[in-house]
C-alpha cells in the first residue's frame, strides 16, 4: 500500500470538504442499496406464476344488451361456436382471471361450528377450466360433467336445486390448510361440505389483496352464465392466439348482434396491466439510481479537480524530489479509495436505517447482507473512475512548480 | 451594493464555468426530483372538493351476521345494502341524500359507422348534482320526481357530448346505453373531482363517470354495475335483477349535512336505526355504525399510494445528495478565492461584505438551479403523466408548485452556501497576502 500518512494529513487540513465528501458517498450508498432492494421486490413479484399456458390463452368479454332468455343454451351455443373455431385447444366461460383484477371469494371453513373463515381464497368457475387455462392437475382428477351446476340456479335461491358439493384446491391451499394431503379433505363453503377432489398447481388470484396469500385459489364445479364480468377464455395452439382471439371475437357478435364485445384480450396484455404501476415504479428507482451516481461521480470529479489545482505546488515537489507520474496517479487513487471506505462504512450503516424505517413503514422485508458489499464495489469502483481524470491531470503537473509560488 | 455583488458574482461563476455548471446541474437535478414527486403527492392527496368536504357524509351500518367471511378490523361494510341505503335516503333525515353505485355499459351510436363503445356511469339520485356541485352546462340535472317514477333520462359528461354530438348541446336528444333510449337531460362541464371519493372500488383516481342514470332507471333498464358486491348469510337468492332484496352490500350513500350540530343527531338517527334493525332480527350483529366525512372516509381508505411516498421519500434523499455534493463544490470554489478574498478584506472589506457577496454568489446558483429544476419537474411531470396509474394523469404544475419549486432552490442552495462563505471569510488577510 501506498504512504497513507501523507494523504490522512493532507486530507485533515481539508475536513470539511472530505467530510462532505464522505457525507455524499455514503447517502448515496444507502439510498441506491436501499432502492435497488427495492427494484428487486418488484421484479420478484413481477415474475411470479399465474400457473397458466400464458402463451396462448387470450379472453373476450361479451356484454347483453339484450335480455337472453334462455343463457344455459346461449352458453352451450357459444361454447361449441368457439370450440369450432380452428386452432383452438379449448375454451370456457370463466369468472375471472388470474391477475384480472375483479376477483370473487369467500371464506372456507374447516369447522362449520366457528364463525370465523380458516382462509379467504378466491373461486374460479367455468367447465374445463384447468384444461382450458393450461393449470396442471398435481393429484386427483378434474371435475365429472355430472358434478356441475349452473351459476344461475345456485344463485336462484330455489331449494329444488343441487350445489356442486366437490371442490379443487391448488397446491398452495392444500398446504396451509391440510399439511400438503388435501385429497378426500372436506371443508365448509356456504356451510355446504365439499370433498376435494382435486390438488392443482397453483394458480393465482385475480387481485392481491395480501401478496403472502396470492394462490389461495380453488375451483368449484360451476357453469358460469355471460355477465358479471364473465369472460369466455380460449387456449389457442401455439402460434395461433392471435387469429383465435380474432375470430372468438367476431364470433361472439355474429352469434347474436345484441352481444358486444367489452374486451378482447391475450393473456400477456391482463399480465402488463396487472404489473404495470410496479414495472413503473421499477423504472423510476433504477433511474433515480443512476441520476445518484452520476452526480455523486461528477462531485468527486469537482472536488477531485479542485484539490489537484490547490495542491499544484505541493506536487511539483514532490514530482522534483523523485515521485513518478504513477506515483501521483496512485496517492490520488489512494485518497479516493480512503474516503470512499469512510462513506461506505457510513452507508451501510445508514443503509440498515433506512431499511429499518421502511420495514416499520412499508412492510418490507429485511436488507439482504448480500447488497451491501455488492453496493460497496460499486461505490469504489464508481470512485476509482471519477477521479482517475483530475489524478491524470495531477500527474502531468510539471516538476518545476516546485519553483512558484503559490 | 448589492447590485456591485451581483456582478462580482457572476463574473467569478463565469470564471470556473464547469464547476458552476456542475453545481446549477446538481440543485436542478435535485429540485427537480423533488418537485416531481411532491406535486405528485400534493395532486394524490388534495380535498376533492374543499368548499363541501366538512359537510358531506358516508354513512355505515353493520347489517351482516355472525358468519360472514369479511368481518374484519371491528369496521363495518364499505357498502351498504339497497334496503338500509333506501331506508336512510327515504327519511330525510340530512339536507340532501343520494344512494348511487357504478356502472359499465355500452353506447351505441346514432350514426351506425360509429362503432359501440364502453363508458363508466353513475346511477344515483337527484341530490347528487346539488350536493357534489357538479357543473352543468346544457340543461339540468333531475328531479326527485323523476328518481321516483324511473324515467329514462340521463345526463352526460363533456366528454361523452363531444364524443356524440360534436359538444353542442344535446339536451332533448337521445343517448343509447345498455340498449335502452335515454332522452339527455343534461350537460356537463367538465367535471373530475380527485380523488374519486363518492367511490373508491373502481380506482381512487378514476376519472368521472361520462353517463348519470336514476338510480330506478338503471335497475330498470339492468345497466351493469361496476363495482363491490359483498353477500352473507346462506342459501338466500342473490341475483343481480334482485339485488334489491338480497342480503348484500352494493350501494353508497351519500348525505349533506349543513349545520354541525346536527352531525351527532344523524350518527344517532343511525344508531337508532341499526337497534331497531336488531330488535326486529334483521341485523344480528352489534351495533356498529359509523359517519366519517369525505376527508375522514379518504382517510381511512388509505387512497394516496404507498409509492407515492416512497417515491417522496426517495426524492427528498436525492436533493439531500445534491445539496451536499452542492456545499463541497461552492466550498472548494471559495476556497480557492482565499487569495481574492485577502486582498479584498485588506482593501477594507468588511468580513459581513465578503460573506454577504460570497452567499450571493451561493443565490445566483440556486436561481440557476431553479429554473434548470423547473424544465426537469415539468419534463418529469410529463414522464409521470406517461404512467399507468390513474392519478397519473393528474400530475401537473401549478402556480403555487411552481413558485414553491423556485423558492426551494434559493432558500437550498443559500443554506447550502452559508457553511462555505463562513469559512472563506475566516481568512486572514495578511496571511494570504504574504504568500503571494
Redesign the interface.
Known amino acids: 500500500m501506498l504512504d497513507i500518512r501523507p494523504i490522512l494529513s493532507t486530507l485533515h487540513r481539508h475536513k470539511v470538504t472530505a467530510v462532505l465528501l464522505v457525507l455524499e458517498i455514503a447517502l448515496t450508498c444507502a439510498i441506491v442499496c436501499n432502492a435497488i432492494f427495492l427494484v428487486r421486490q418488484r421484479l420478484d413479484w413481477m415474475d411470479i406464476s399465474s400457473g397458466i399456458d400464458e402463451a396462448n390463452v387470450v379472453a373476450v368479454r361479451p356484454v347483453n344488451v339484450k335480455p337472453t332468455p334462455d343463457m344455459h343454451g346461449r352458453v352451450q351455443e357459444t361454447l361449441a361456436a368457439l370450440r369450432d373455431i380452428p386452432g383452438v385447444e379449448q375454451a370456457t366461460l370463466t369468472n375471472q382471471l388470474p391477475l384480472g383484477g375483479e376477483s370473487w371469494n369467500s371464506g372456507l371453513k374447516l369447522d362449520r361450528d366457528v364463525a370465523q373463515p380458516a382462509m379467504h381464497v378466491t373461486n374460479y368457475y367455468g367447465d374445463d377450466l384447468i384444461k382450458t387455462l393450461g393449470a396442471r392437475i398435481v393429484e386427483g382428477r378434474d371435475f365429472n360433467p355430472g358434478e356441475y351446476a349452473w351459476l344461475d340456479d345456485i344463485t336462484s335461491g330455489r331449494p329444488d336445486v343441487v350445489k356442486p358439493h366437490v371442490a379443487i384446491v391448488t397446491q398452495f391451499v392444500a398446504d396451509r390448510l391440510f399439511h400438503g394431503k388435501a385429497l378426500g379433505k372436506t371443508f365448509y363453503y356456504d356451510d355446504i361440505p365439499m370433498r376435494i377432489v382435486g390438488v392443482i398447481s397453483n394458480l393465482a388470484r385475480p387481485y392481491a389483496f395480501d401478496r403472502t396469500t396470492m394462490y389461495g385459489t380453488i375451483l368449484l364445479p360451476v357453469h358460469m352464465t355471460e355477465g358479471l364480468g364473465a369472460y369466455y377464455v380460449l387456449r389457442a395452439k401455439p402460434g395461433q392466439s392471435d387469429a383465435v382471439l380474432k375470430a372468438a371475437a367476431t364470433r361472439l357478435g355474429s352469434l347474436d348482434p345484441n352481444r358486444i364485445v367489452m374486451t378482447k384480450t391475450h393473456f400477456s396484455e391482463v399480465r402488463d396491466t396487472f404489473f404495470a404501476s410496479d414495472r413503473a415504479m421499477a423504472r423510476l428507482l433504477v433511474g433515480v439510481c443512476i441520476a445518484l451516481l452520476v452526480i455523486t461521480a461528477l462531485g468527486i470529479v469537482g472536488l477531485g479537480s479542485f484539490w489537484v489545482a490547490q495542491r499544484r505546488r505541493q506536487i511539483g515537489v514532490r514530482r522534483a524530489l523523485g515521485a513518478t507520474r504513477g506515483d501521483v496517479v496512485r496517492y490520488f487513487q489512494t485518497e479516493n479509495f480512503l474516503l470512499a471506505t469512510m462513506g461506505i462504512a457510513l452507508g451501510m450503516v445508514l443503509a440498515y436505517a433506512i431499511n429499518i424505517v421502511l420495514m416499520v413503514n412499508y412492510e418490507l422485508p429485511r436488507l439482504p447482507v448480500v447488497y451491501l458489499p455488492v453496493g460497496a464495489v460499486a461505490l469504489w469502483l464508481l470512485g476509482q473512475v471519477a477521479v482517475y481524470a483530475p489524478a491524470r491531470r495531477a500527474s502531468h503537473v510539471p516538476p518545476v512548480e516546485a519553483t512558484r509560488g503559490n | 451594493m448589492f447590485g456591485y455583488y451581483l456582478e462580482l458574482a457572476l463574473r467569478s461563476l463565469k470564471r470556473s464555468k464547469?464547476?458552476t455548471a456542475?453545481m446549477v446541474?446538481?440543485v436542478a437535478?435535485?429540485i427537480g426530483?423533488c418537485m416531481t414527486t411532491l406535486t405528485v403527492l400534493y395532486v394524490v392527496s388534495g380535498d376533492p372538493i374543499p368548499a363541501q368536504s366538512s359537510r358531506l357524509f358516508y354513512p355505515q351500518l353493520e347489517p351482516r351476521d355472525?358468519?360472514n367471511?369479511?368481518?374484519d378490523r371491528g369496521e363495518p361494510p364499505l357498502q351498504l345494502s339497497w334496503r338500509d341505503a333506501m331506508a336512510l335516503a327515504n327519511a330525510k333525515r340530512a339536507d340532501r341524500q343520494a344512494v348511487m353505485t357504478g356502472g359499465m355499459?355500452?353506447v351505441?351510436p346514432a350514426n351506425s359507422a360509429q362503432d359501440?363503445f364502453?363508458v363508466h356511469a353513475r346511477y344515483t339520485m337527484a341530490d347528487f348534482f346539488p350536493m357534489f356541485d357538479v357543473p352543468v352546462k346544457y340543461g339540468h340535472a333531475w328531479s326527485a320526481a323523476e328518481d321516483q317514477s324511473r324515467e329514462r333520462i340521463a345526463v352526460i359528461s363533456a366528454t361523452l357530448n363531444d364524443k356524440l354530438f360534436h359538444g353542442e348541446d344535446s339536451t332533448g336528444r337521445t343517448v343509447r346505453y345498455?340498449?335502452a333510449d335515454l332522452r339527455i337531460v343534461g350537460v356537463l362541464d367538465p367535471w373530475r373531482p380527485h380523488p374519486h371519493f363518492y367511490d373508491l372500488n373502481y380506482d381512487s383516481y378514476a376519472e368521472s363517470e361520462d353517463i348519470y342514470i336514476p338510480l330506478g332507471t338503471a335497475r330498470d333498464i339492468?345497466g351493469?354495475r361496476a363495482g363491490s358486491r359483498d353477500c352473507w348469510g346462506?342459501?338466500?337468492?342473490?341475483?343481480?335483477d334482485s339485488l334489491e332484496t338480497a342480503n348484500c352490500t352494493w350501494v353508497q350513500l351519500w348525505v349533506e349535512i349543513d349545520d354541525p350540530v346536527k352531525v351527532a343527531g344523524y350518527k344517532a338517527f343511525l344508531t337508532h336505526y341499526s337497534d331497531e334493525q336488531r330488535a326486529t332480527g334483521q341485523f344480528r350483529l352489534p351495533t356498529n355504525v359509523r359517519l366519517r366525512n369525505v376527508n375522514e372516509w379518504l382517510d381511512f381508505n388509505q387512497v394516496v399510494?404507498?409509492?407515492v411516498?416512497?417515491?417522496v421519500w426517495?426524492?427528498l434523499?436525492?436533493f439531500?445528495?445534491?445539496l451536499?455534493?452542492t456545499?463541497?463544490?461552492m466550498?472548494?470554489?471559495f476556497?480557492?478565492r482565499s487569495?481574492e478574498v485577502g486582498v479584498r478584506r485588506a482593501l477594507g472589506a468588511s468580513r459581513g461584505a465578503v460573506f454577504a457577496q460570497l452567499v450571493t454568489e451561493a443565490g445566483i446558483v440556486g436561481v440557476a438551479g431553479g429554473l434548470g429544476g423547473v424544465v426537469l419537474a415539468l419534463f418529469g411531470l410529463w414522464m409521470v403523466r406517461k404512467?399507468?396509474?390513474a392519478y397519473a394523469s393528474l400530475a401537473h404544475l401549478d402556480l403555487t408548485m411552481l413558485a414553491a419549486t423556485i423558492a426551494m432552490a434559493i432558500v437550498a442552495t443559500v443554506v447550502a452556501g452559508l457553511?462555505p462563505a463562513w469559512?472563506a471569510c475566516q481568512v486572514t488577510p495578511a496571511l494570504q497576502l504574504k504568500?503571494?
Do not use: W
Open positions: 464547469a464547476l456542475l446541474l446538481a437535478m435535485g426530483a355472525e358468519d367471511g369479511f368481518y355499459g355500452p351505441q359501440p364502453f345498455n340498449g339492468r351493469q346462506k342459501g338466500g337468492k342473490v341475483e343481480e399510494p404507498k409509492d411516498h416512497i417515491q426517495l426524492a434523499g436525492f439531500v445528495v445534491c451536499v455534493n456545499v463541497g463544490l466550498l472548494a470554489k476556497m480557492r487569495a404512467q399507468p396509474d457553511l469559512r504568500t503571494q
